[in-house]
């Protein structure tokens, strides 16, 4: 059984950075990070498939976050720039062994606590 740790949620204003981490406690293939809003269902934002390096990205987070993997460590993070009001929610990592990128919940069996982003003026 896969556990997977995040941390660094926190309450920011518009236009402010934050950085996200997922801890694994054991090496795996692919994570993605989720969010789910108040009201709404829980979607994918960015996954990695760690054996490529390949990532993919929501249309509404390209250009602004950034996955990326510390394999020795076996954490893998979210870099958020720039957000927005409409990026709070809660924050999920999520993992499994499959062997290509994706953003689709049923994909993945391990699933972390989460980690609150709040973003407000």
């Known amino acids: 059984q896969v556990q997977l740790v995040e941390s660094g949620g926190g309450s920011v204003q518009p236009g402010d950075s934050l950085k996200l981490s997922c801890v694994a406690s054991?090496?795996?293939?692919?994570v993605a990070w989720f969010r789910q809003a108040p009201g709404k269902e829980r979607e994918g934002l960015a996954s990695i498939w760690a054996s490529a390096g390949r990532k993919e990205y929501t249309s509404s987070v390209k250009g602004r976050f950034t996955i990326s993997q510390d394999s020795a460590k076996k954490t893998v993070y979210l870099q958020m720039n720039n957000l927005k009001p409409e990026d709070t929610g809660r924050y999920y990592c999520?993992?499994?062994?499959?062997?290509?990128?994706?953003?689709?919940?049923?994909?993945?069996?391990?699933w972390g606590q989460g980690t609150q982003v709040t973003v407000s003026s």
């Open positions: 054991e090496a795996v293939q692919r």
């Open positions: 999520a993992a499994d062994w499959g062997s290509r990128t994706s953003l689709r919940l049923r994909d993945y069996d391990y």
